[in-house]
């Protein structure tokens, strides 16, 4: 009797055991796959940047130096061989160029009048959204990750597979209401 | 309502007076009948358990007149109803929009009820009038009052179950998307134990957990995209949410398919029906004037008629 207990008790441990081990990778890859969503956003925001100094850099003459840069990181962002860190460094510092060129579309009133600059203007806030939405989603996974290898018992099975903290997504305040450019 | 105000004593009161003639008339009509068809059934109830042969051939005799009265009773309100929804209601809607189209026998397709999604059971029983539509700057929107049931039993069992019955509202929304997103409320009678645990199978949905600790309060969120439902419910746009909430009631959901943006507000109330028995006083009428307003509360509230995106 004592037996067969026994057996039962490891057998219920050993399924316990698959069911955390299986749902802390599915945790990891979740957040593998937030960050892939969130680098398909990001190359569509690099897609545009061409696209908005092309069109703007004949109305913005006080903000080439920022354009510039702005290209410069874009290339360098581009080139797909940067570390996780590097990579969201890198997009904090495009952020910030990007929020104070659209900060200086309202000294440019004749913007307004330029179709190219209107569709483009609604392809930036698109994208803007979207990746501010796949950061949120991305932060989500970290969150429920983190939880998992956190608690107890999955804590235990965790500290076996040496699952290490992940970073959050630092989402900057100026960052985090998207830069919506409205200048109608 | 100070607009509504004028608007009330200068053009809605002039026309409630020849309404207020016809609806005393269709009330009296009721009251006889009623007041009939009580006294003929007694009667007639009294001759069966007396055994009085004659008397009970009488009194069914009688009834015929009196199913007369209550057919014409019938189409009197029938007729009134109509006029006042024309001459009052209409006139209620183009006050606050002009543009606005209404078709008091219309209501929002079967089609678009069941491809918004909001409603797990299929309805055996779906009515609906008072269809308005329109456009708010650039936003197209509809809505009208929907019924539905389900049956449960059959034959001298058969009952019937509201799934539904409210304000069902439509609109274009100003993002583009591909998937689905559902928001209910976190008590919805749908989602129980049994539904929550199937959503990932059956529905090829999964749970949405945001950020926000008190729109998790109040929604629960089902989606078949993560980024995409974040796309669409930016923080903002869910603190818009709970307000809405707050001024709708906690039965509000909503549902974002095929671009559009679908919200079911439950009301118990008929919607635009007056009552013959009693008159149509201001306090009515703003309740009408009230109605309309809570569709432009929804677009604006949730500011779908800002066109930020590459949305046409």
């Not at chain 2, 034959?155 to 929304?173: E, L, Q």
């Not at chain 2, 669409?232 to 909430?245: A, C, G, V, Y």
Request: with cysteine; hydrophobic share 40%.
């Amino acid at each position: 009797m004592i037996f067969f207990a026994g057996i039962i008790i490891i057998i219920f441990i050993l399924f316990a055991v698959i069911f955390l081990y299986n749902s802390l990778i599915q945790k990891r890859n979740a957040i593998d796959n937030a960050f892939f969503s969130m680098d398909v956003m990001l190359k569509k925001r690099y897609d545009l940047i061409p696209q908005l100094v092309e069109t703007v850099k004949g109305y913005m003459h006080h903000e080439q130096q920022v354009l510039t840069r702005l290209t410069e990181m874009r290339e360098k962002a581009m080139t797909g061989n940067l570390a996780s860190d590097d990579k969201v460094g890198l997009d904090n510092k495009i952020n910030e160029a990007l929020q104070s060129i659209f900060l200086s579309f309202a000294n440019y009133p004749e913007l307004k009048a330029s179709q190219n600059f209107l569709k483009l203007q609604g392809a930036i806030n698109e994208a803007e959204e979207q990746l501010a939405a796949s950061r949120r989603f991305y932060n989500a996974a970290v969150n429920d990750y983190h939880n998992a290898i956190e608690m107890f018992p999955s804590s235990i099975i965790a500290s076996v597979m040496k699952l290490q903290h992940k970073t959050y997504f630092n989402i900057p305040d100026t960052a985090k209401a998207v830069p919506v450019i409205n200048i109608n | 309502m100070n607009s509504f105000d004028q608007f009330f004593t200068h053009e809605l009161s002039e026309s409630l007076q020849p309404l207020e003639a016809e609806r005393k008339k269709v009330a009296q009509t009721g009251i006889v009948s009623f007041l009939l068809a009580g006294i003929t059934i007694v009667c007639f109830i009294i001759a069966v358990t007396g055994h009085s042969t004659g008397f009970a051939i009488a009194a069914f005799i009688s009834l015929i007149p009196v199913i007369i009265l209550l057919v014409i009773y019938h189409n009197r309100r029938k007729g009134y109803v109509a006029s006042f929804k024309e001459k009052i209601i209409r006139r209620i809607i183009n006050f606050i929009d002009p543009l606005l189209e209404y078709n008091p026998r219309y209501c929002i397709h079967e089609n678009d009820y069941t491809k918004s999604g909001l409603f797990l059971q299929e309805p055996d029983r779906y009515q609906g009038d008072d269809y308005v539509e329109g456009k708010r700057d650039e936003t197209f929107f509809c809505f009208s009052e929907l019924h539905t049931e389900h049956k449960v039993g059959s034959g001298k069992n058969t009952s019937w179950h509201t799934i539904f019955k409210g304000i069902f509202f439509m609109a274009d929304f100003n993002k583009n998307f591909s998937g689905r997103t559902y928001v209910w409320s976190e008590h919805n009678p749908q989602l129980n134990f049994f539904n929550k645990l199937l959503s990932s199978f059956a529905w090829d949905l999964e749970k949405i957990k945001l950020e926000s600790t008190e729109f998790e309060k109040r929604f629960i969120v089902y989606g078949n995209d993560q980024v995409e439902a974040r796309y669409i419910l930016t923080p903002s746009f869910m603190e818009r949410m709970i307000k809405l909430q707050g001024m709708m009631g906690e039965g509000i959901s909503f549902s974002f398919v095929n671009t559009n943006i679908n919200v079911a507000v439950p009301v118990k109330d008929e919607l635009f029906e007056p009552s013959v028995f009693s008159p149509s006083d201001y306090q009515k009428l703003g309740d009408y004037y009230n109605t309309v307003h809570i569709v432009f509360d929804i677009i604006d509230e949730l500011k779908l008629n800002q066109r930020l995106w590459n949305k046409e």
